[in-house]
């Protein structure tokens, strides 16, 4: 959380909730994607430890919903259903 509020706090004010509204919508996205990844991401701990991509994706690739596809437009379509402007 320091890291993310850090990065916020870093931006010009006229940027920061362009990038908090980001990544509000790309955490629900990834919720609704793969929801185990998402509060694993959300619950890494502080301490900088190495990502390794590979054993992640090996823990949760069957954590994967079945018949999800995985593109732009219907992750933006998404997005827009539950965030009607």
Same mark, same amino acid.
């Given at each position: 959380?320091?890291? /993310?509020?850090?990065?916020? @706090?870093? &931006? =010009?004010?006229?940027?920061? +909730?362009?990038?908090?509204?980001?990544?509000?919508?790309?955490?629900?996205?990834?919720?609704?994607?793969?929801?185990?990844?998402?509060?694993?991401? /959300?619950?890494?701990?502080? @301490?900088? &430890? =190495?990502?390794?991509?590979? +054993?992640?994706?090996?823990?949760?690739?069957?954590?994967?919903?079945?018949?999800?596809?995985?593109?732009?437009?219907?992750?933006?379509?998404?997005?827009?259903?539950?965030?009607?402007?």
């Amino acid at each position: 959380e320091q890291e /993310a509020c850090n990065y916020l @706090d870093s &931006l =010009p004010a006229s940027e920061r +909730s362009r990038a908090q509204r980001a990544a509000f919508l790309a955490g629900l996205a990834l919720i609704k994607r793969n929801p185990a990844f998402a509060y694993w991401m /959300a619950e890494w701990p502080e @301490d900088n &430890l =190495p990502f390794n991509t590979v +054993s992640i994706k090996e823990t949760y690739q069957d954590n994967q919903p079945s018949g999800v596809e995985c593109n732009f437009y219907k992750i933006k379509k998404n997005i827009q259903t539950l965030f009607p402007e």
